[in-house]
């Protein structure tokens, strides 16, 4: 059974003349004759009721148009299915919570505004689980902060360079210090993001070096509970200055005079053998628009 038997069959059944089907599909009558004898053969069964010059669908016809109507649509899709638009389609992006809650979302909000049928999903996750997933194809891209760890089979773009900071509550005693050195933390309560975060491991190994043992309050991989936690004056959190902005700016939460110099950036990630739609690829474009611009304004 071919395709093209199907076809042959589905304008029939729609036109119920020979003559008219052999003219719509560029045949000779004969040849519409032959494919559809050779269908009814295959499927051990007549299609047609033939009545003079008069046909008709058979049951077994009429059943058989229902699902030649569903395999030529399905072709259809097939053959366009390299047409896909920059305005449509589905982006899985992985994101950690440092940068999910402060410069993705205006990302996103710039680019739905401009492709508004195209689905985001974002799966908030760890950045030591992202290579993983693309790898295994579960994520299209992620937004990721640490080291530049440069992977042969993971592509990078848009790295920049991430202020590091440790934060106190409004009140807290070493707010009014200045030239913080990491004997002033001896004994102070920390709040911190899990193990897996670059810069809190950094910022641990500082302590370690100068023999003191962190005194570690809370760990959570929650950057809103800490945040919300420090600014109560319950400890200090080391954090990127990206995902405190809004609270650095009301007062909220205050920088303290200690330096961070970790080398941490911030960057987008994706495997290098990953074939982008076309919304996926407008989605890059887009990003690196933005960094672009940054950039500039940095300038």
Known sequence: ??????????????????????????????NVTIQIKTLEEELRTPLFNRMGRRISLTEEGEKLLLLAARMLELEDFMAHIGDSRIDEGHIRIGVCDSLCVTRL?????????K???VDITLNILKCSEFYALLRKNEIDL???????RKEEDICYMAERPEKICVLAGPDHPLCNKKNLSVKDFAGVPLILAEQAAYYRQNFEKELIRENITPHIMVETESIQAIKKLTGQGLGVCVLPEIAALDEIGNGSLRV????????IYSH???????????????????CSKRQTKHDTQLA
Do not use: V
């Open 105 to 113: 979302p205006q990302i996103i909000s710039g680019y739905k505004g």
């Open 268 to 286: 987008i990630i994706w495997h290098k053998s990953k074939q982008f739609s076309p919304c996926q690829k407008e989605f890059l474009s887009y």
């Open 1 to 30: 059974m071919e395709l093209k038997q199907i076809r042959t069959f589905y304008i029939l059944a729609q036109e119920l003349n020979f003559t008219r089907a052999a003219e719509k599909l560029g045949y000779t009558q004969a």
């Open 142 to 148: 992620a937004f990721t902060i640490g080291y530049l």
């Open 115 to 117: 492709y508004p049928k």
């Open 256 to 263: 303290l005079d200690f330096a961070c110099d970790y080398g």
